[in-house]
């Protein structure tokens, strides 16, 4: 625990963005809580499942105080993240309509001496500590992924096509499953939620100048300008969160927190609300949505019977996916071509030379009458190890170079018998 009693300076702000018609995001701040919730689904799904997402989570500002008592403070927000979970699996069996939606969560719940911290999907937590920049959670997308396993950088990683595509949201299922951690905070920490919609758009370096601006609700404003000045190609949301001493906390101030009150933005600030200000048990759906009678529809209910036949169907369909896969794959392995030793001969092979379990990907398809051996030392080693042609002419021309190259037999010869040399006949010289 720090040696001076901290507290928590908040603000959010948010931006539909430029090629948006509606904001999918919501946002939450308050002495005790950041939250952020960057919904998708298209049409109002996105709408309705970031916003259901946050009414739940942020009833936990209701509980837990700077002495949480029974329990602690991430047991508080683990109960409130499932719930959320829950009532979206609650909305989609009631309307099949709003099938597929779901959000990202990024929540951090302050307990007077640290946070207790629960990340899912794509939306970020930045800490800025002095000068350094640092990203707190790690985005549950495949291109992350790819990043984990070295196969692509950082940066490619940004431009990829396929950079949005999540692997883990809450999408109201049983196979629901957040991160979470605990966090000791410094005086002078700044803390940043943001939706993707800022982290797409603007490079780490210039968030970091933007986070550090003389206060945070600069800050905040000149993150969304970033964002929008960057394309604007989704909603951008951003809540901020300042460690100060608490004994600062009272003093006059004319940041947008000084009046204490929470902040909500974006599509849960367009939603009705439950009543704030009571205490609300997690496990009793009735003292959550209590305020408004319609509510009582979706309390938490059974799982639904057909989700196992949802998970068989989408097995189904990813086998279908892996074989048509295989069968392309093997199709382009038989468009190519290579030549290689066959017992001891220049051989064409048909295929790839690579050995896989109970498949064969290469034929013979030409044998010749060269012979390896009859090749030069470089060229047997290239033979054997197998030389790769474009086609089937390539790998014609390649067996023509090597019959050129190919070392001769040599010609046997037939001894003859020696022949002795023929000596002029004499001449007789006349005497006059």
């Known amino acids: 625990m720090s040696e001076t009693p901290l507290a928590l300076r908040y603000t959010a702000l948010t931006d539909v963005g430029l090629r948006r018609s509606n904001n999918q995001d919501s946002g939450y701040a308050s002495p005790h809580l950041l939250l952020l919730a960057d ?8 709408d309705l499942a970031s916003s259901e997402a946050v009414t739940i989570i942020r009833s936990v500002d209701d509980t837990t105080t700077d002495d949480p008592g029974e329990g602690d403070a991430l047991e508080h927000l683990t109960d409130v993240v499932n719930a959320a979970n829950q009532r979206l699996g609650d909305l989609i069996e009631a309307d099949p309509a709003v099938e597929g939606m779901g959000t990202t969560v990024e929540a951090m719940l302050w307990d007077g001496e640290k946070f207790a911290v629960a990340h899912l999907g794509d939306s ?8 350094r920049l640092t990203q707190l959670s790690a985005d549950h997308t495949f291109v992350q992924s790819l990043v984990d396993e070295g196969r692509i950088t950082p940066e490619e990683a940004r431009h990829h096509p396929h950079r949005s595509l999540l692997l883990r949201a809450m999408l109201g299922r049983d196979d629901f499953e957040a991160d979470y951690s605990w966090l000791q905070p410094q005086l002078g920490d700044r803390y940043l939620l943001c939706s993707d919609g800022l982290s797409d758009m603007v490079e ?3 968030i970091a100048r933007a986070l550090g601006a003389e206060s945070i609700d600069v800050a905040a404003t000149e ?3 970033l964002a929008l000045e960057g394309g604007g190609a989704d909603n951008v949301t951003v809540v901020i969160g300042e460690m100060v001493e608490a004994s600062s906390i009272d003093e006059e101030s004319d940041l947008a927190c000084a009046d204490g009150r929470p902040q909500l933005v974006g599509a849960a600030a367009e939603s009705p609300q439950p009543r704030r200000g009571a205490a609300v048990d997690v496990h009793d759906s009735t003292a959550r949505f209590a305020v408004d009678p319609e509510e009582l529809r979706y309390a938490p209910r059974e799982p639904s019977r057909w989700r196992w036949a949802r998970w068989i169907a989408a097995v189904v369909v990813l086998l279908a996916v892996i074989g048509a896969a295989a069968w392309y794959a093997y199709q382009w392995t038989q468009d190519q071509y290579f030549v290689s030793d066959s017992d001891g001969t220049v051989a064409i092979y048909r295929g790839v030379d690579a050995d896989l379990p109970f498949v064969t990907l290469k034929h013979l398809e030409t044998e010749t009458d060269i012979q390896v051996d009859d090749l030069s030392s470089f060229q047997q080693s290239q033979v054997r190890d197998g030389i790769e042609a474009t086609d089937l002419a390539d790998a014609e021309q390649i067996v023509g170079d090597l019959r050129d190259d190919a070392m001769p037999a040599p010609t046997p010869t037939t001894p003859t018998t020696p022949v002795a040399p023929t000596m002029p006949a004499p001449t007789e010289t006349v005497v006059p």
Do not use: E, H, P, S
Not at 39 to 46: F, P
């Open 124 to 131: 970020r937590a930045y800490r800025l500590r002095g000068q």
């Open 39 to 46: 919904g998708m689904g298209g049409a109002a799904a996105g």
């Open 204 to 206: 780490d370096d210039a």
């Open 223 to 225: 993150l969304v300008r």
